[in-house]
């Protein structure tokens, strides 16, 4: 009864508050703790773990080419009643090349070859995929020492490097040998002298030497030594073996006198030159 009574020392109205509930995303996580390598097939980073309350969803996480990617994470929760704490980070996150590792390829060469007029060739032994290998010095058809190289491309040069190397080689094609040692003069008996020059000569039709005579060659009767000198034909030969001298004759020719006889019959008579 506000008309009879008065009040004093009233309480005054009371303010309340609700203070908002915490959403807390430590439990949130990442899966990745080192880079990817590149397999051909899309790769993905995941942000594990639930959180009652908090909705989550990630976006650039998934990739297949090598490369440096970063994840984003979007967090949706009602933001009016509920305070995030220990929010999760973006992620940098790596597909790091494939290694393809050349160093079991080698050369298929031996030993050195011997010259015989037709191309020689080294060729790799192996192979790997994505790896293109490019090749020089590695043929030659001539006697002499080479040297062959080896540039490997890749084929995939975004997702794969190279490991080890092909060190160069270097090769050789040997000169041909060529024995002279069996070679023969095609002097058999004494010539006779008639005039005409007699000449002594190795039998042979190789190609493969060039011969030099001394001595080989006459017309007088008389007794003489055959000397050949035999070189290679080119640098692709090397001569091996000796070959003898050779003692050859032309003897005189004979002048039978048997048949000869005087022409004298009778005496002379004495004559007076006039003078």
């Known amino acids: 009864d506000e008309a009879n009574y008065e009040l004093i020392d009233a309480p005054l109205d009371l303010a309340r508050e609700i203070e908002k509930a915490i959403i807390d995303a430590s439990p949130l996580s990442w899966n990745y703790t080192e880079a990817l390598t590149y397999n051909g097939s899309e790769q993905e980073v995941k942000l594990e773990g639930s959180v009652e309350n908090l909705q989550v969803s990630v976006e650039g996480n998934k990739a297949k080419n090598a490369g440096s990617y970063e994840a984003k994470i979007t967090l949706t929760y ?8 220990n929010e999760p980070s973006n992620l940098k996150w790596e597909i790091k090349k494939a290694i393809i590792d050349i160093s079991g390829i080698k050369f298929d060469y031996v030993s050195p070859f011997t010259y015989d007029g037709k191309e020689k060739e080294v060729k790799l032994v192996g192979s790997v995929d994505k790896v293109t290998f490019n090749l020089s010095g590695h043929k030659g058809t001539n006697a002499g020492s080479y040297e062959a190289n080896v540039s490997a491309t890749l084929v995939d040069a975004e997702n794969y490097e ?15 040998k060529v024995d002279v ?6 002097y058999s008996q004494a010539f006779t002298y008639d005039g005409n020059e007699k000449e002594v000569k190795l039998n042979t039709n190789l190609t493969t030497i060039v011969i030099t005579y001394q001595n080989n060659k006459a017309t007088n009767a008389g007794t003489y030594t055959a000397q050949a000198t035999i070189a290679p034909a080119n640098t ?24 000869l006889t005087w022409d004298y019959s009778e005496p002379f008579t004495y004559k007076k030159k006039k003078k």
Not at 78 to 85: A, F, K, P, R
Not at 164 to 169: D, E, R, V, Y
Not at 181 to 186: D, E, I, P, R, V
């Open 236 to 259: 692709n030969y090397e001569v091996s073996g000796t070959v003898a001298t050779c003692e050859w004759v032309i003897n005189k020719a004979k002048v039978d006198v048997s048949g």
């Open 181 to 186: 040692s069996g070679l023969t003069w095609n």
């Open 162 to 176: 190279l490991s080890g190397q092909i060190a160069p080689l270097t090769w050789v094609i040997n000169k041909a």
């Open 78 to 85: 009602d933001s009016d009643n509920y305070e995030l704490i």
